[in-house]
């Protein structure tokens, strides 16, 4: 099970890459297509040409993780370039989640959630303190 933190970046590449290449292979693939830095932390996704293979690449403190899935029937989503010269998009780790998992990401609506902002009032302000209790 890949755990991926909400505050790391995750990068999905848009050309598929030679799954012939390991962790070294796909760390110069960061650096030289993606204008990342491998050692960062963050997750970096590759797709085989296919779409129904993915590799996932991570630095951990003192080595790299590659996490592999292969598909036995369909194919992985593929994800909206934001303009045509885009070498990736970048997702959260719940977006990552939700297409490991199969969900189409085109078709996803997010419903917008109520929420109330927090109010602090000030000292002597009776408003305030009624609208912090309610």
Known sequence: MLTVPEHIRVFVA?????????????AAVVGGVLSQD????????FFNRHRNRIKILVWE????????????RG???????????ATHVECTAHEL????RGV???KLKYRRHFSVPLRIGSGGDE????????
């Open 38 to 45: 491998a050692l960062s932390g963050h997750v970096f996704v």
């Open 104 to 106: 189409d990401l085109q």
């Open 61 to 72: 403190r003192n080595g790299y993780w590659l996490h592999y899935k292969r598909l036995e």
């Open 97 to 100: 989640h939700l297409l490991l």
């Open 75 to 85: 194919t992985f989503e593929g994800m909206k370039r934001i303009n045509a010269s």
């Open 127 to 134: 408003r305030g303190k009624q609208q912090a209790t309610d």
């Open 14 to 26: 848009h050309d598929p890459v030679d799954f012939r290449k390991s962790c070294d292979g796909l």
